[in-house]
């Protein structure tokens, strides 16, 4: 039996962090008994929030690139909806659609700045984020702005939902999310794509020589980092009912990234989940809002917090060891 979940451990890269996400979920209930009745629509906005960042880190960090840009992509995209819509008088839906092509041009330049000139992409995107923070600010005098409500978009998108696929306007982008981890698990194991995305990778070198376009494949992972986190922006500014240009807190982005981490995908890349990633989003969420939850001061969730993205590193670590060995 132990032999069976062992070998269910190394196999699958998202089972351990999966156990992990379980036994804190039983501990935070045990402890407290109001844990998941009363965090219930917190963990999932969190779980919304943080995954749909770490879901696309993974996709970059598989090919070997990061992006430290994503959050301020988050904070600026709903601003150019915003803009296109009252200035430009350009319809809201066709304003949104608009938002996330620049959200998507955003990745994009970051992926031609970093494998076209050879710039690092942590330098790169670094630039991008200081300089979307700037135009964001200066355009926006720091002043928030209030989303427009136009039905039925904001009503998909997340405000006062009471559809069926939606629920309360708080789980839109945790549903959202797990409608794109299931279009983008697809995409990594089930298609040429995400074959040369974890190709890309694992050896860059090889992937060239086999023709693989090792450019084309990270700028679309860029683009599609560019994308997820200009959509959840949108979606936040619709549900809060406001876009608020200091949104896009560099910690959102650390949150990002740290979950993928925790999740299994590897900061060298080749090797990585979006699954896993979702997982490691819960895990932070769960953190963030249990451990004051049980009366533990913000430094000390800080404490714990470092300490378990530390663990979750050693434990992937070794658990990527043991599937090596099997292999070999």
């Known amino acids: 039996m132990l032999g069976a979940v062992g070998g269910i451990l190394i196999r699958l890269p998202e089972a351990s962090i999966a ?75 066709i304003a949104i659609l608009l938002g996330l092509a620049c959200a998507s041009l955003i990745g994009m330049v970051n992926g031609m700045i970093t494998v076209l000139f050879g710039v690092p992409s942590l330098i790169a995107t670094l630039g991008m984020l200081f300089f979307l923070n700037g135009v964001t600010l200066s355009v926006s005098h720091s002043q928030p702005v209030v989303t427009p409500l136009v039905e039925p978009i904001n009503t998909f998108l997340g405000r006062g939902q009471v559809q069926p696929i939606g629920g309360l306007s708080q789980y839109a982008a945790f549903i959202w999310l797990a409608i794109l981890t299931i279009i983008l698990t697809v995409v990594l194991k089930r298609t040429r794509f995400g074959t040369y995305t974890i190709s890309v990778g694992s050896n860059l070198l090889a992937a060239r020589e086999i023709g693989i376009r090792t450019s084309r494949v990270k700028i679309a992972n860029f683009m599609i980092m560019g994308f997820l986190a200009g959509f959840n922006g949108i979606i936040e500014s619709i549900v809060s009912g406001s876009t608020d ?49 049980l009366g533990a ?9 470092g300490i378990s993205i530390v663990g979750a590193i050693l434990l992937n670590i070794l658990l990527n060891n043991l599937r090596s060995r099997r292999r070999s």
């Open 245 to 293: 240009p200091s949104a896009g807190d560099n910690t959102l982005t650390l949150y990002g990234i740290a979950a993928a981490v925790i999740g299994g995908t590897s900061l060298f890349g080749g090797s990585g989940t979006v699954i896993g990633a979702v997982i490691g989003a819960y895990v932070i969420a769960a953190l963030l809002s249990g451990l004051p939850l």
């Open 297 to 305: 001061q913000a430094t000390e969730s800080d404490i714990i917090l």
């Open 19 to 93: 156990v992990v996400a379980i036994a804190i979920s039983i501990i935070f209930q045990v402890l407290n008994q109001n844990y998941l009745t009363s965090l219930t629509q917190v963990l999932a906005a969190s779980t919304g929030l943080y995954g749909l960042i770490a879901i696309g880190e993974a996709m970059l960090m598989i090919t070997g690139e990061i992006d430290l840009s994503a959050a301020k992509i988050y904070s600026t995209t709903p601003f150019i909806v915003y803009y296109l819509n009252t200035n430009a008088n350009i319809p809201y839906g």
